[in-house]
């Protein structure tokens, strides 16, 4: 893995408080756990192609992160490349530690050339698959890595103990330099340039251009159970994921577990991730299998039209010449477009509910807030020529608000009182101006801009209906919430109905997710408890989307108690 889990590091001095926090919640936890992450370029080659690109100890994709629930982690980021960097733990709730949690502006100033941070933070109450990224630009189009959590020692599954655990991390693939192309689309206000290949692992498989040999291969055997760890982290597609002539389990969705239902095929946004269970065939077949991956598209932008493959191929007795491969099998994914099978996909997801893992949905509500999402329209600047619709420069919002990242982290500036000229605290609950969100749209595109947060109280119960919007053509959005995870307690297509839809609310074992797509042309309505301290993005998965400001923060105010209170900022907390 290119790391030490138990190697030793000197880090800096922190605040008395977090000292004693930390040795307090160290002697709760398992282990601590070293990692060091050397920010580098690395020269990496695909589809005949070399590009010197930014990586993590010069490793595509980055170094696995493994852990128990319980333990502590400590990683040391040093950054050596001329971009700014910072690092999210995706999915991690960071309980009292948001100043762990990465995302650039938001809870902390980037890491520049030559500096370096550590990462601290225990993981409390959670176990699964995760992934960690960049989170600066589309840094994290090659900044990326999967972040594993077993269960505490002695603690079982609550399925049946796999042969052996794979994960399978898909990405995409550009000949460009990606911060190249995000910084023409935005200057151009045109959409950017889409990647040249998905890639499984880190290679994009046999279906492209001098590629391959660049194909994941997954050997197996016969008769066993395989537990598969998929993590999307594609810039910015949905994916559909399917192996030739096998049923898959799933059992897990974003690091919680989830009743046990089988399928062909997965769909698995930017930002999800989703354990299945592989149970290979009980005698060698004389065949090797595609696993093949390629988009869900519903937005009237471009998109990467290619499919991903890898090799599933059973491994042959041995010394017996007559067990040789002799067809290769392909699955059958659903269509491009087909919404379809992305409904049925998420209806069948449901919480575990059990006994030992509950779903603890809120059942009064305190806050009720209603968010329309999707595409708009930014004036082109003077004496410049725009490629958005009509001239104009493309632009994403949240009820009507495309957020502007401020200068200074926004966390640093709550926390010391110096939010004046920062952030207004007065992000709109519903949209100012409504309409038939998915009907025709308005004449007016334009959106409004700024930096605009909601604040609630410690433990207030949210129920946030997020909308599509038809403004410029309906579209799938994958929403990802820090620092808490989310009971999805309804959906629906077209327009939400607040004096019908919420009678057929799952409030018994919703999905319970940190990442969760909006459907195209429809509504999802979630619920969770603000009981985290800080302060916490959300946004689109699809990097473009963000990029355009598709995003927003809340604020979560401390509580009275210490173990409600957001701890001080660690010493090498990184300036702007």
């Known amino acids: 893995m290119g790391v030490s889990l138990f190697s030793s590091h000197k880090f800096p001095l922190f605040s008395l408080s977090w000292i004693i926090f930390c040795t307090f919640e160290l002697a709760l936890a398992g282990k601590t756990r070293h990692y060091h992450f050397d920010i580098m370029y690395q020269n990496v080659t695909r589809l005949c192609h070399s590009k010197s690109m930014v990586t993590v100890n010069g490793q595509f994709p980055g170094p696995r992160v493994v852990a128990r629930e319980g333990d502590n982690l400590l990683i040391k980021v040093v950054n050596h490349v001329q971009h700014n960097i910072s690092i999210h733990w995706h999915g991690i709730r960071q309980l009292q530690t948001g100043w762990a949690d990465g995302p650039a502006y938001v809870t902390q100033c980037p890491i520049q050339t030559g500096q370096s941070y550590v990462y601290n933070y225990t993981i409390k109450g959670q176990r699964g698959t995760l992934f960690w990224h960049a989170h600066i630009s589309w840094l994290r189009s090659t900044v990326y890595g999967p972040l594993i959590i077993l269960p505490k020692k002695n603690v079982q599954y609550p399925f049946a103990k796999p042969h052996k655990e794979v994960p399978i991390i898909f990405g995409e693939w550009f000949n460009a330099d990606t911060e190249a192309i995000i910084a023409q689309a935005l200057q151009t206000g045109g959409g950017p340039n889409v990647s040249e290949a998905y890639t499984i692992n880190g290679l994009p498989g046999p279906f492209y251009n001098c590629s391959k040999k660049d194909t994941f291969k997954l050997m197996v055997k016969p008769g066993k159970t395989y537990l598969l760890r998929l993590i999307n982290a594609a810039l910015n597609d949905e994916l559909f994921f399917s192996i030739a002539n096998h049923t898959l389990t799933v059992v897990e969705a974003d690091a919680v577990y989830v009743k046990p239902f ?80 992305a409904t049925n996909f998420t209806n069948k997801l449901r919480s575990l509910a059990s006994v030992l893992f509950p779903a603890n949905v809120p059942q009064k509500v305190d806050k009720r807030l209603f968010f329309t999402v999707g595409l708009g329209t930014n004036p082109c600047q003077k004496n410049q020529t725009c490629q958005g619709p009509n001239g104009t420069m493309f632009a994403a919002s949240v009820n009507n608000v495309s957020f502007t990242l401020p200068t200074t982290a926004l966390l640093q500036s709550q926390f010391f009182g110096q ?126 989307h963000t990029s355009w400001g598709l995003r927003m923060a809340w604020i979560v105010l401390d509580g009275k108690l210490p173990n409600q209170k957001l701890l001080p900022p660690p010493a090498d907390l990184p300036k702007c």
């Open 419 to 544: 939010s004046r000229g920062v952030y207004a605290p007065y992000f709109p609950s519903s949209p100012l101006h409504p309409f038939n969100y998915t009907g025709n749209p308005p004449n007016n595109t334009m959106v409004s801009n700024g930096t605009k947060v909601v604040v609630l109280p410690f433990n207030t119960s949210v129920e946030l209906v997020m909308q599509d919007t038809s403004i410029l053509g309906a579209e799938s959005h994958p929403l990802h919430l820090h620092g808490f995870n989310f009971f999805v307690v309804g959906q629906g297509f077209g327009n939400y109905d607040p004096s019908k839809d919420p009678s057929n609310f799952n409030l018994v074992d919703p999905v319970e997710r940190n990442t969760v797509g909006i459907p195209s042309g429809g509504w999802v309505a979630i619920r969770f408890l603000a009981d985290n301290p800080g302060v916490w993005f959300m946004h689109c998965h699809l990097e473009v």
């Open 262 to 341: 089988e399928t062909n095929t997965i769909l698995i946004a930017p930002g999800q991730t989703t354990n299945v269970l592989l149970k290979t065939k009980s005698q060698y077949p004389s065949a090797a299998f595609l696993m093949t991956a390629r988009p869900y598209a519903t937005g009237l932008g471009t998109f990467d039209n290619t499919t991903v493959a890898g090799i599933l191929e059973y491994e042959s007795p041995s010394n017996n010449h007559l067990n040789r491969v002799v067809s290769l099998f392909k699955p059958t994914l659903p269509a491009l477009n087909d919404t379809s099978f």
